[in-house]
């Protein structure tokens, strides 16, 4: 038998007297070396299946990657690939999204300030809005947010089962309430009947908001929101059979508060979540004025 070293041949006796040690013990030694990588194997694969399952199947390879960088295991990306490709490990299949939103073309809307730009240097500067829709067995909900574009967080929500001014004007109210912002922020969200009835615009003005509205049936203009209701949709509402709006509420409620704003990983800030992304920048401005 021949033992391959940096493509030279030995015979197995040579290597064994070189060594010192028997061949049944070079064996030995061999299946020790296998049995170890096993056992690193699934040890890994456990990390693996448990940030999978934490994301109740949402997150792929570059997320759970990132999870485990974030807790300082040091293991190849390559390693982790394998793993999760031969134990059929994967990501929720993404269906595709339609937005239905309609929009209210006889409004008098604000100007387009955005134009597709959807960065902010720092929170409170931006913010977004959007409608969607959820179907429970008891009838329809419809989901309100406000996003702060600047950590993609949800600042600001509401649920009803009424598509009413009031379902915007409440998310709008938690936002104002949470975040405090100074006057001149800017809102920006579609030309539909609740963004710019009387009753909204006037709140907006009481708080000295500049509305922008997206040009007429361009949901990219919007693109930022929209892509928070893909991933609400795919991550979790086409996953479930809602029996009841309270059920709804609640499953609702646990993805934006616990799951999206505090630990869902965003490639947009490097794999941190929206709460761990404005903290770490208060953290980092803080220590630039010290």
Known sequence: MFIKENRIQYPLALVCEVLQVSPSGYHKWLKKKVSFRVKENQRILEIIKFHHNKSKATYGLPRIYAAMRKEGIGVNKKRIARLMKVNNIKAKTKRRFRVTTVQNTKAQASEN???????????????????TYLWTKEGWLYLSVVMDIYSRKIVGWSIDSSLSPELVLRALMMALVHRNPERGIIFHSDRGSQYT???????????????????????????????????????????????????????IFEYIEINYNRRRLHSFSGYLSPVEFEEKNRRDLIEKVA
């Open 113 to 131: 300030i955005l134009k597709q730009n959807f960065t902010a240097l720092s929170e409170n500067k931006i913010w977004t809005g959007d409608i």
């Open 197 to 251: 009835c009387i009753s909204f615009r006037e709140l907006l003005k009481i708080y000295g908001i500049v509305q922008s509205n997206s040009s007429t049936g361009n949901c990219y203009d919007n693109a930022v929101t929209e892509s928070f209701f893909h991933t609400l949709k795919t991550e979790l509402t086409y996953w479930e059979k809602y029996q009841t709006r309270e059920e709804a509420k609640r499953s």
